[in-house]
């Protein structure tokens, strides 16, 4: 099981830039989760998915940030223009169940951005 | 909404102290609780996990007991080692509209243990 696969790892851009990051969820996995991590605000979700529908994107910052998933296998989160402030580390994680208390999520390594 | 509060660190020990990370929540219901570990340069994974009032939680010689009386989650160890050094998150399972779920995390302890 390669666990959850996202890239880049590392990614540096120009303030006004797009950014695109991707994400594999585990297969067989329904549900998917962008979290955003920074020094000063710690762990934050951002927008989740459960058999690929967007359930819950409250934790979106702007209307720059959006995120897709076309399909059970890949998620995009993109950023259109990206500022300094979105410099953090971007987790995606996924989980295999819907429903149910007793479910875990599983991270991938995370990508690093930082805004320049 | 759901939360939960920690400790805040940073936590300096030295090798084979005990550890005691504390953690509290609030829920309308009745969640399950976790622990997870971040290592420097990784993503979170799970620690342990606990489903119900009463239920202690163990791995890797850590240990958590769901107090509903208290609504507490504390972690513990009896005898750290350097590799445990890392970042420690407390969450709850929330249950959200159409019956899916997310965790709520904590704000995460960073643990240094030193030779």
């Known amino acids: 099981d390669a666990g959850v696969i996202q890239s880049p790892r590392h990614e540096v851009t120009e303030m006004g830039q797009e950014v695109t990051l991707r994400c594999k969820p585990i297969s067989g996995h329904n549900s998917l989760f962008w979290y955003r991590q920074t020094m000063m605000r710690g762990l934050e979700l951002l927008i989740y998915?459960?058999?690929?529908?967007?359930?819950?994107d409250s934790g979106m910052p702007e209307d720059r940030f959006s995120a897709k998933m076309p399909n059970a296998s890949f998620s995009t989160l993109k950023i259109q223009p990206s500022e300094p402030r979105d410099s953090a580390v971007y987790f995606c994680a996924s989980s295999p169940s819907t429903s149910g208390s007793s479910y875990e999520q599983y991270f991938g390594p995370g990508t690093r951005l930082t805004v320049t | 909404g759901d939360s939960v509060t920690q400790m805040e660190g940073p936590v300096t020990l030295s090798e084979e102290a005990c550890l005691t990370i504390?953690?509290?929540?609030?829920?309308?219901?009745?969640?399950?609780l976790f622990w997870y570990v971040q290592y420097p340069g990784e993503g979170l994974q799970l620690l342990l996990k606990a489903t119900k009032a009463d239920d202690k939680g163990s791995n890797k010689g850590f240990e958590a007991t769901y107090r509903k009386e208290t609504t507490s989650f504390h972690l513990e160890k009896g005898s750290v080692q350097v590799s445990d050094s890392a970042v420690y998150f407390c969450?709850?399972?929330?249950?959200?509209?159409?019956?899916?779920?997310?965790?709520?995390f904590g704000k995460g302890t960073k643990l240094t243990v030193n030779p």
């Open positions: 504390n953690c509290t929540y609030t829920a309308t219901g009745y969640p399950s």
């Open positions: 969450a709850l399972s929330e249950l959200t509209q159409g019956g899916s779920e997310k965790l709520v």
């Open positions: 998915f459960n058999n690929n529908v967007p359930i819950d």
